[in-house]
T-cell receptor, first 113, second 112 residues
Framework: GENVEQHPSTLSVQEGDSAVIKCTYS??????FPWYKQELGKRPQLIID?????GEKKDQRIAVTLNKTAKHFSLHITETQPEDSAVYFC????????????FGTGTRLQVTL | DVKVTQSSRYLVKRTGEKVFLECVQD?????MFWYRQDPGLGLRLIYF???????EKGDIPEGYSVSREKKERFSLILESASTNQTSMYLC???????????FGQGTRLTVV
């Protein structure tokens, strides 16, 4: 089955700096790669996703890049703000019937003032 | 707005009890999932269902079973609760075409 590895497990940055979280996956058939943000005491929520036919996707301060050959994808947050502090999870899946998401172990991001 | 609702936020059960965790979604999603969340281990899939009465084992199904009698409802059953099942349980749903998973608010289960 699919295996997703995520690094680092914790990340501390100063407000205004950039943050990068990296994930690798094992199943070359995976074609959907979402990122979820989980604030303390809340449910995970999708912040950005990318499909395998695209190499990069951007949404304001958040971007995701995908390297299918190397089987890794990354989340980039620019101009970090205190409200970016949360746990971030990457995931991978194959779309279609019975599709299931396999998650990484999470990155706790702390944005300090 | 998609709503995935779990029946309890907090539960305390005794070792050996049979425990039911309920999840309901209102978006007519075919897929429903139960994940377990533990610090440092991320979200691990216990079971999922892609249709009524259909179920498939995830990565950690031991000690759990599920039931999906109606499309909108997916239940997780702990046949005989044990202390190592103390955890946060998250339900999610998705449709095959869109793939995005929507999560419930979670149930923090403590087995004493």
């Amino acid at each position: 089955g699919e295996n997703v590895e995520q690094h680092p497990s914790t990340l501390s940055v100063q407000e205004g700096d950039s943050a990068v979280i990296k994930c690798t996956y094992s199943d070359s058939a995976s074609n959907y790669f979402p990122w979820y943000k989980q604030e303390l005491g809340k449910r995970p929520q999708l912040i950005i996703d990318i499909r395998s036919n695209v190499g990069e996707k951007k949404d304001q301060r958040i971007a995701v890049t995908l390297n299918k050959t190397a089987k890794h994808f990354s989340l980039h947050i620019t101009e970090t703000q205190p409200e970016d502090s949360a746990v971030y999870f990457c995931a991978a899946s194959k779309t279609g019937t019975a599709s299931k998401l396999t998650f990484g172990t999470g990155t706790r991001l702390q944005v300090t003032l | 707005d998609v709503k995935v609702t779990q029946s309890s936020r907090y539960l305390v059960k005794r070792t050996g009890e049979k425990v039911f965790l309920e999840c309901v979604q209102d978006m007519d999603h075919e897929n429903m999932f139960w994940y377990r969340q533990d610090p440092g281990l991320g979200l691990r899939l216990i079971y999922f269902s892609y249709d009524v009465k259909m179920k498939e084992k995830g990565d950690i199904p031991e000690g759990y079973s599920v039931s999906r009698e109606k499309k909108e409802r997916f239940s997780l059953i702990l046949e005989s609760a044990s202390t190592n099942q103390t955890s946060m349980y998250l339900c999610a749903s998705s449709s095959p075409g869109q793939a995005e998973a929507f999560f419930g608010q979670g149930t923090r289960l403590t087995v004493v």
